[in-house]
């Protein structure tokens, strides 16, 4: 069995593969030549192998004929949704040699279910689509949105285990029925579907016997079709709350109360906190033309960001969602907890922006109008987002360091990877505890600063009691010295954390051939399972794949 | 690769299997011979295949030690933890020929943690134990307790999927960090936890990678030796919310209803609905001496059971946890939707109990007293039961058609399959709305009629959306035409659940040859990871595992 795919698929086997493709898919859906192909070679990593060709099937039984012909001329196979996982690899495989399956014309949004509140839908239907899908047939069911964009993948996002923003931003735990394509060609429904008499597919998650649906998430053994999402109808009430911390270390008491609102029930959302950077960069780039060419920003260009954007060194963000007594009486627990000297603490309503928004228009002949018009636009999409629209705003971070800043439509049609914005994102997990908190980021901001990077983190409540980082460390991609700092910075950010036990969530291809480091005995049971679910090692090989094998075990490969 | 075994394993394989096992446990931990090995073939079903001998490890070295050994002389294990599993087979093998791994010995409790609200357990720790431990040592976490009984294992109920009764019920989402022992006596750890330096393992239960933990439940690859469960820490307040039903259809809008309090998240925990028989039956058993010797319970029978119960046509039940605003503002909105004629909805206290208690102690000299003070103890142990505290009085239902009723010290030590009750249990799943409920009645409920037996039912909020019914088919095992119509009611509800897309969320070793019923690939894909895992088979052969093979694939085995 092979374990290493080569660098390279032979030419002979692709030639005859994209033959056979055509004759099933149309010629016009098998891409080989640029320029075609080279959109799907952008990415925000200094650098990443590029694709082998590019096939788009069309429906699940073409995803299978394909699958069937990649088995046959030993062409392994990279599916993307949309291909926006920025900062992790964008649409590029791990390795060179593999051909993409871009699923994006599986666009369907096969069923919602307003009463069971749910919707089942294909890898290509995007946040943008889905959410204004559900608006324009009238439904009050609202789509959990993460901050990667409009035109981010639903599908892809949950098979990557992405979390959001709202009750239900633990996408993954709001799964129910995924049917997918193996390796060996065979089609997979989990949960009850594949009983065809099946009532409950889409509302309750595991049927009897192993539950699967978590083989098909971060793995390299299937081609996902379809899946049921299950959607949070409308609260009657919904409060974001915004507390900005003014004292560095003040971060520590404010990680063990969260820890509190979170195991009592207070916040049943995804709660995120930011730090300075971090925030200030979702508004804006760096400060290029006054502050100097060089990252990082000195502590006082920092306090003076801050200032300007209005944010705290700290900025911590969660959502209420329930009926009104609910976030009532959460409010007033929060505000109990939370309202200390050092601290400011804001309790933002869709009734409190409309109120602004009315001013805006009273105002709009004076000064003071537009100003306040724009200074509207920020919090009213943050609303949006943890309402169930997405919006491109919050990927303004991937142009920190871009020499162009922001494009000028921004954030219409806006994509980093196209964009040729540099950016490596890293996700360790620590523990929800203050003291964990002060330790980890003891470890890893100073490795930002001997780089020369700005450092940029949110830290966000993927469980009661744990935080999920996402450190970026964003850079100049025209600027090769910096790029090559930037992976260096990276790398060192990876040992850390790797080897101080606060292990990524997720991974970047670029850290996938690494994940054996420091593990005992998991990778090769990956292995022995892909082995008999993929045995062609046709799917995304290095797709979450360490370069380490299994070790020696008692039985022969079964 | 073998996918049926054999019905009985080799008696030289066998003898030499026991003398090496006695050479590593000891040959105190083999058993091969009654007495010794009876208790271990009690069940609960009208027959279940004996064990071919037990082997006790006593740590999980031990476990990897008999695994190597089973391998070796071919003889299949099936491991227990406490082997309650009544109704679904108790600690029964689905076929015969298995030696019984009884990992009763690993009752350790390696750690509990209070700051992050979780425990590491082995299998052989029992619910009273972890309970008992979790208040000795003075912390404030609540165990999710299941009316199995104090003795019943809390790992071996998470391995089969169980649920409880708190916002914690869905065990399975509760927990982090799985260590086993595959088939080919690797040592598996799940999530973070194969990572020697992780700080994480068991407060947040995916690491980098596909999730493996789903193919350790209801599965037969692995011997689970240890797992993180998260524990709640007692919240500010708690209170038990009863409605009773007065009108048999009142519950389909009640079950409409319940829905939008699960959606809205007024109600986070696992609400039961339970039909008049199933809850008077967790009370008394079947008045054979009055009623005569023959079920199903005459309409006159069953009011007056209800009277005496004091208990409606349906009972609803639902523990309100959190803040005291939060089950303040959670009682104010049930009582705005639930409140209407023909329900009666009571509100329970831990104050209101204790003010009850005070009044039967005032009480005690009156002939009132001794009357309340027993009027109070269904309560107060419904009350423990969702507040940490695991109680015996729960399995009174597994005694209904026993000649001799229950036991004098009742529910002390307690063990429906010693006790020789009868009892088969059935989970079918179905969607929460009123038209499926009614639905999925009049499908089941004439099929006890039909063959003579008292319709018991339970209907439980396992997602915002499912509910999973859990039937009791209750027998007197001591008639055995009683008991083979048992078996043919239970065998009609299979096949009406099972073709009427009902399908159950967990099944016994009466029905796991039969899981193939109208199902799609599913199967196929299980046993080829079984393969994969387990490669001599030697892991609980049948146990959920049907009888029909995969279909033919595109490549051999890998």
Redesign the interface.
Known sequence: ?MTDMPDTTSTEGLAAAADAWAAVLGPQNVLRESPAVAPYACTTLPAAPGPAGVIRPGTAGEVVEAV?IA?RYGVPLYPISRGKNWGYGDACPPTAGQVIVDLGRMDRIVEVNE????AVIEPGVTQRQLSDHLREIGTRLWLDCTGAGPDASVVGNVVD?GFGHT?YGQR??HV?GIEAV?G???????G?G???????AH?????????????????N?AIVTRLGL?LM?Q??SFCFVVCFLHDPDDVVPAVDAL?GLR????I?SVAHVANDLRAVSSGRVFPRTLAGDRAPLSADWRARLRREAGVGVWTITAGL???K??V???R??IAKTFRRRGRELHFLTPQLLKAGDAAARLLRFTPLGPRLTEKMLRPRKVLDLHCGVPSGHFLAGAYWRHRDGLPPDFPEGCDPAQDNCGLLWLSP?????GA?VRAFLALVEPIYAAHGFDFLITLST?????L?AVMTVAYDRDDSDEAARAMDCYQALWAAV??????????GIQSMAD?GR?????????A??R???D??GIIAPGR?EPASGR?E??????
């Not at 075990?553 to 079964?558: A, F």
């Open positions: 069995m069937r088995n009463e069971l509140a749910y285990r009750p993954f735990h129910s193996l060996d060609g065979q089609v997979l429904r989990t009850f594949h009983y065809r008499a099946a009532r409950t509302i309750a998650p595991y049927g009897p016997g192993p539950v699967l649906d978590g083989l098909l998430t971060q793995s053994v299950w109808p609260p009657e820890r195991l009592d029930g207070t049943r969602y329930g009926r007594a609910q009532a009486a959460a007033r627990a997990v620590v523990p929800m505890t964990a993927v469980t009661d009691r744990a999920g790797m080897d101080g036990g606060y292990i990524p969530y997720r991974v994940l420091g593990s005992d005995g998991y990778w090769g049971t990956v022995a399972v082995r008999a679910l045995p062609g979450y070790p075990t008692m039985g022969e490969d079964g």
